[in-house]
Structure formats: structure tokens, C-alpha cells
Nanobody
């Protein structure tokens, strides 16, 4: 069992930055691929970014590529999402998720690839 707790959300003006953190319980954190998803009001949950076990491979949605950076610190059982140049359309609840499954890179863009989810943290970007 893995428990995930997100933090770092808040209110920021357009063009600003936030860093989200996701702390994971369990001693096998380094075995999980980790992902960030987001869900805006009235919309489906969508993929934002993912990072593989060693941190060597990262994947991003086109909408955040070049602005967001996912990273992980396996010694601290934590995954991060650095968000720069934020836009009002980035407003959403952001969720981190953990996956023990293996697949191609595109597999991790899918919610079904993930076994555990955090409770979410709200990010609001004002114009």
C-alpha cells in the first residue's frame, strides 16, 4: 500500500510559478513510476507529466511542455512538479499518482496505468 500526499498548491498570478510536492509512504517508492494529473471543474482528469523509476525518463502533455518540470528524489520519497509561466487555463486540482506497471511511454499518459492516487491540491491562476 502506498499513500500519497500532495502539497504546494495555491493562488498565483498568470506568469508566476509554483512547485508542487508529493510525499509517498512506503519503502518501495523507487520502484514506482510517478505521474501528475489535473482536473478542472466540469472536465475530465488529464495527464500532465510522468517520471520513471530512476528519473531518467520524463514525459509531458503538450500543453505544459517547456513550462513544467517533473522530478523525483527517491531518498526523500518525493516527486515534484515545478510549474513556470502559469496560465489561467492551468487552474485545476492537481493529483499525483503512482504506478507499479510497465509499459511503453504512452502507457503512462493513461489514468488506468496508476494504482495509487493522492487527494489533490488546488492550483488557481488568476489573469
Amino acid at each position: 500500500q502506498v499513500q500519497l500526499v500532495e502539497s504546494g498548491g495555491g493562488l498565483v498570478q498568470a506568469g508566476g510559478s509554483l512547485r508542487l510536492s508529493c510525499a509517498a509512504s512506503g519503502r518501495t517508492f523507487s520502484s514506482y513510476a510517478m505521474g501528475w494529473f489535473r482536473q478542472a471543474p466540469g472536465k475530465e482528469r488529464e495527464f500532465v507529466a510522468a517520471i520513471m523509476w530512476s528519473g531518467g525518463s520524463t514525459y509531458y502533455a503538450d500543453s505544459v511542455k517547456g513550462r513544467f518540470t517533473i522530478s523525483r528524489d527517491n531518498a526523500k520519497n518525493t516527486v515534484y512538479l515545478q510549474m513556470n509561466s502559469l496560465k489561467p487555463e492551468d487552474t485545476a486540482v492537481y493529483y499525483c499518482a503512482a504506478s507499479m506497471r510497465t509499459g511503453s511511454s504512452s502507457y503512462y499518459y493513461n489514468l488506468r496505468a496508476y494504482d495509487y492516487w493522492g487527494q489533490g491540491t488546488q492550483v488557481t491562476v488568476s489573469s
